[in-house]
């Protein structure tokens, strides 16, 4: 059970760091889904074009954060 909650605990620093990431370069309003060791975002239409523009300025930061992979998830928010 400890295991788990470190794991949970660390998923939630993870998610933490990468949403100031993304908020630190003006892409706010972002879910973000952990699928270790892939990031999934989706971002609201109204910053759709800025985070293509500035896709490779996302991966970077994302990746310092931990993540070794970084998906944009074109479907819209599926609640």
């Known amino acids: 059970m400890i295991r788990d909650s470190q794991t949970n605990t660390e998923k939630d620093k993870s998610l933490a ?8 370069i003006g892409i ?3 879910l973000l ?5 892939v990031l999934r975002v989706q971002v609201p ?3 759709f074009e800025r985070a293509l523009q500035l896709r490779e300025v996302i991966v970077d930061q994302l990746k310092t ?4 992979f ?10």
Request: proline letters at 3%; aromatic letters at 6%; glycine letters at 6%.
């Open 70 to 79: 970084v998906a944009l998830d074109l479907a819209e928010n599926d609640d």
């Open 33 to 37: 889904f952990d699928h270790s060791p």
């Open 17 to 24: 760091d990468a949403r100031r990431c993304l908020e630190e």
């Open 28 to 30: 706010t309003g972002a």
């Open 65 to 68: 954060v931990g993540y070794r």
């Open 45 to 47: 239409e109204t910053v």
